[in-house]
């Protein structure tokens, strides 16, 4: 969407989407003007009033400093007060690059009950508000709740008071003004995210639309890339690969919180070993508790085994993928236990070799460590995971995952 940067010597023309009730007024100053300020509250009503003078459509071209005059505003404010008109849905800006214009449209404010639904609006407002005016504006806009329970609907249709001519029905079309609600824009970099999903192999047909307004919202809400959003989308998914939509709210708030890093999650690649290439996919998609829980068959993971976790993703920035393959090469190497103090030196060493991805962390554990030292180099081909190995540890985290799909212990 390109950006053209609005001067005073611009004309625009105004139209609406709604016709704006008095009710609406209400709401515009009691809801959006804490949140919009006053020169975009006053810009709105200066735009209502101009276009009060037609029925539909202001026909004559003004420029905006005609606009700048009569609030007595510089074009900076002027400029603001339309963005912040634009962000929250009030109109929208179209421009003709042809005759070089723009058209203003107008939108009903949303309705008291969708404005409170919407975590954006209703979280900037108790913030801007603080609690007490918030609470005493929800009240304002609230009405007392009446049991129906004792009661029976005994009004009347259509068809008890009028007679029904099917003869009658006017077909034509008509050019009157509905009630068209503003949303809110939302910025999100759809194409990175569309990208982003398919580096992960993430089916879209996983991805509901109610699922993507999700997404847009919490990106938005907690300031997340869309590629960051990506790699959460990737830690939501459950056992059937579909969006864990309360995992999605939770891993949001932990990466804003910077209590997560999402950003080393790596990008799908292809080795030309296909087992390979499905291990290392499936250490990137599963979370480490639970993939540390399918190597214990099962078994309780021990309060020390949480904590190195979150060291390991806290302290060295790891990805549950570097993670999964770093508990797998230990117990591999350990006889299938986990000491800690082993882990977090191998760790150490993996954080000073730059280890950014999963096929960083296999390359450096499974080759590169394997060098370091003449005893270890005699053990290169025992350290190098095989077909064989891959297979038997895909074949239990397979079984693994079978078992608690159908409830199994």
């Known amino acids: ?22 009710y609406d007024r209400k709401i515009l100053t009691r809801l959006y003007q804490p949140l919009i300020g006053s020169i975009a509250f006053a810009l709105y009503e200066t735009f209502l009033s101009e276009f009060e003078f037609d ?3 202001t ?6 400093k005609s606009l700048t005059k009569i609030m007595n505003v510089g074009i900076d404010d002027f400029r603001l007060a339309l963005s912040k008109l634009e962000g929250t849905g009030l109109i929208k800006s179209l421009f003709n690059k042809k005759e070089n214009y723009f058209l203003i449209e107008l939108f009903s404010p949303n309705t008291p009950s969708s404005f409170f639904d ?20 929800k009240q304002y806009f609230s009405f007392a709740i009446i049991s129906k329970t004792d009661f029976e ?22 050019n009157q003004v509905s009630k068209k609600r503003g949303s809110v824009r939302l910025s999100f970099d759809q194409e990175a995210f569309d990208l982003r999903i398919k580096e992960l192999q993430i089916s879209k047909s996983h991805i509901s639309k109610d699922d993507l307004e999700n997404i847009i919202m919490y990106a938005n809400c907690y300031n997340i890339a869309s590629v960051d959003m ?14 864990d939509i309360m995992m999605l709210k939770k891993l949001s708030e932990s990466k804003m919180n910077g209590n997560v890093n999402v950003k080393t999650i790596s990008t799908i690649k292809n080795t030309g070993n296909m087992k390979l290439d499905e291990l290392i996919t499936y250490y990137n998609m599963t979370n480490s508790k639970q993939f540390l829980l399918s190597k214990n068959n099962g078994s309780p993971i021990l309060p020390s085994q949480l904590t190195l976790i979150e060291s390991l993703r806290n302290i060295y920035k790891f990805s549950d993928g570097i993670i999964n393959c770093l508990l797998d090469y230990v117990l591999n190497k350990n006889d299938g236990k986990i000491s ?42 025992s350290n190098q995971v095989s077909d064989k190995d891959i297979e038997e540890s895909l074949r239990k985290l397979e079984e693994f995952r079978r078992k608690r799909e159908n409830g199994e212990n």
């Open 1 to 22: 969407m390109s950006k053209i940067v609005i001067e005073e010597n611009h004309e625009y023309v105004i139209c609406t989407e709604s016709i704006i009730s008095s």
């Open 55 to 57: 029925k539909t459509v």
């Open 59 to 64: 026909s004559l071209k003004r420029p905006f």
């Open 118 to 137: 919407s975590p954006l609006l209703d979280s900037k407002l108790h913030k801007q508000l603080g609690n007490d005016e918030y609470q005493r504006t």
């Open 153 to 174: 609907d005994v009004s009347n249709s259509y068809n008890d008071v009028y007679d029904f001519d099917i003869n009658a029905i006017f077909n034509g079309s008509t």
């Open 230 to 243: 990506a790699d959460i989308v990737a830690r939501s998914l459950n056992s059937e690969g579909h969006i």
């Open 340 to 381: 800690n103090a082993y882990v977090e030196t191998i760790a150490s060493s993996m954080k000073r070799g730059n280890v950014s991805d999963t096929y960083n962390a296999y390359e450096y554990l499974y080759k590169t460590k394997a060098k370091q030292s003449k005893q270890e180099e005699k053990d290169t081909n």
